[in-house]
């Protein structure tokens, strides 16, 4: 006689129990990486492109010399760096940060943005805005994913803040989950998911329009991602 499998005990109507709605599909997505080696995205502001040991020297010199080696500040919270030569590193066209997916859970469909780090000359500015929007439009429209994460220092306020600016919701603090360069490290974690994302693509699709800023670049109207997420307005309710 055939067993019935977990699954098909945990969907029957007899079972008294809460449970989570069911999955329509349930595949693996494509890690990102598998279809990345020649690709890059093109945003309006800014161009992303793919890291790897075969990148251009002359493009990793050009992010050493974004992050100048006095600039320690920017990897206060990251398990690396400053970098202290160019062979350490292994917007007008010149490369001017760094971004990645990372803990990628294919079967999961789930994936985190980290390592953002943007120098001096893309912090602050609607490029940089555009590169995590990139990211998170291919992680939901293309792969399919059904969560981006982000994940923080707890003591990184900028990072919280930027968290939530994107529209990302807060969902609470792992204590002591890490050590990072001898010193115990609290992480803030923080999520988009895919029936959240419709509503934030049509907001940061809005924010970018060249009709909200003005001849100097100024933005007209802020993004209002943290407003415009469902989740966020059912938490004030």
């Known amino acids: 006689m055939a067993q019935a499998s977990a699954m098909d005990k945990n969907n029957s109507a007899t079972i008294e129990q809460p449970l989570g709605e069911i999955v329509a599909d349930c595949t693996p997505r494509a890690r990102p990486a598998s279809n990345l080696e020649h ?6 502001y800014c161009r992303l492109e793919l890291l790897t040991s075969n990148t251009d020297p002359t493009i990793i010199k050009q992010l050493y010399d974004a992050f100048k080696p006095t600039e320690q500040t ?3 919270y990251l398990k690396y760096g400053p970098f202290k030569t160019v062979d350490d590193v292994i917007v007008n066209n010149r490369a001017v940060g760094f971004l990645t997916y990372l803990r990628i859970k294919e079967y999961q469909a ?6 953002i780090n943007f120098s001096q000359q893309l912090v602050r500015t609607r490029a940089g805005t555009e590169a995590i929007y990139l990211l998170i439009e291919h992680a939901f429209d293309t792969l399919k994913y059904r ?7 707890a003591m990184n306020a900028k990072s919280r803040q930027a968290a939530l600016r994107l529209g990302f919701q807060f969902e609470g603090t792992w204590l002591k989950s890490d050590i990072a360069k001898g010193r115990s490290r609290d992480n803030a974690w923080y999520s988009i998911v895919d029936d959240e994302w419709p509503l934030l693509k049509q907001e940061f699709q809005r924010w970018l329009s060249k009709d909200n800023f003005d001849e100097n670049g100024q933005q007209l ?14 938490l004030m309710a």
């Not at 969560?147 to 220092?153: A, Q, Y």
Request: hydrophobic share 30%; charged share 20%.
């Open 147 to 153: 969560r981006v994460e982000w994940r923080c220092h």
């Open 110 to 115: 789930a994936l985190e943005i980290g390592h």
């Open 39 to 44: 690709h890059h995205f093109q945003g309006r």
């Open 221 to 234: 109207t802020k993004l209002n991602a943290a407003q415009v997420n469902p989740r966020s307005k059912n």
């Open 74 to 76: 920017h990897f206060t």
